[in-house]
């Protein structure tokens, strides 16, 4: 099992141009999170699904929008980057019951200039 | 407001030193209180999860403990390899979301 799977690993971008970051889970799954990682900052909360078809704002939502059309995926979409979006991100999914754990994928750094 | 705060930020121990990690919360009812393990360049590792005060788990050499304030992680006799930086997250009860701390990065050395 790759556990969560995060695509691309790195990304470059200019001012103004778009992208998706891709977060797959092969665990079945409902919850999913996208968190961005700033040094000092620590792990905030950008959107999370509680299900296929779901999503919701967390913590710092401006400026990125989610979907969640199939229950392995849960897509992180920025518009028009900027450089405050300069950040890491990771994707977690979470295993409700015992333990409430989060599997974390391996992270996207992302570079806006 | 939900908050968590975790201090030392930074703590160098050497092996066998052992030490105790803080993990101080606000929170309007508190569901789960959680720690990770974060290595380098990678994603945050599972490594607890306490519910109530009074609570303990323990794991090789880490043992996590909880009161209604704050959470504790003790190492014990820590080798080079337990450095990373560990990470504290609360969930507030009726919520789905998740509260962390900025970290504490430990190093053990030789």
């Known amino acids: 099992n790759a556990g969560v799977t995060q695509t691309p690993k790195f990304r470059v971008l200019k001012t103004g141009q778009s992208m998706t970051l891709l977060c797959a889970q092969d665990?079945?799954?409902?919850?999913m999170y996208w968190y961005r990682q700033d040094p000092g900052m620590g792990l905030r909360l950008i959107h999370y699904?509680?299900?296929?078809?779901?999503?919701a704002k967390g913590e710092v939502p401006d400026g990125y929008n989610v979907s969640r059309l199939k229950k392995q995926n849960f897509l992180l979409g920025l518009e028009s980057a900027a450089p405050s979006q300069t950040s890491v991100y990771f994707c977690?999914?979470?295993?409700?019951?015992?333990?409430?754990?989060?599997?974390f994928g391996p992270g996207t750094r992302l570079t806006v200039l | 407001e939900d908050q968590v705060t975790q201090s030392p930020e930074a703590l160098r121990l050497q092996e066998g030193e052992s030490s105790s990690l803080n993990c101080s919360y606000t929170?309007?009812?508190?569901?789960?209180l959680f720690w990770y393990r974060q290595d380098p360049g990678k994603g945050p590792e599972f490594l607890f999860t306490?519910?109530?005060a009074g609570e303990e788990k323990e794991k090789e050499r880490l043992k996590a403990t909880l009161t209604k304030k704050e959470s504790f992680l003790h190492i014990t006799a820590p080798k080079p390899e337990d450095s990373a930086t560990y990470l504290c997250a609360v969930q507030a009860s009726g919520t789905y979301k998740y509260i962390f701390g900025t970290g504490t990065r430990l190093k053990v050395l030789a």
């Open positions: 929170v309007s009812g508190l569901r789960g």
């Open positions: 665990m079945n799954h409902e919850y």
């Open positions: 977690a999914a979470l295993e409700r019951g015992a333990g409430d754990t989060q599997y």
């Open positions: 306490l519910y109530s």
């Open positions: 699904s509680v299900g296929e078809g779901t999503t």
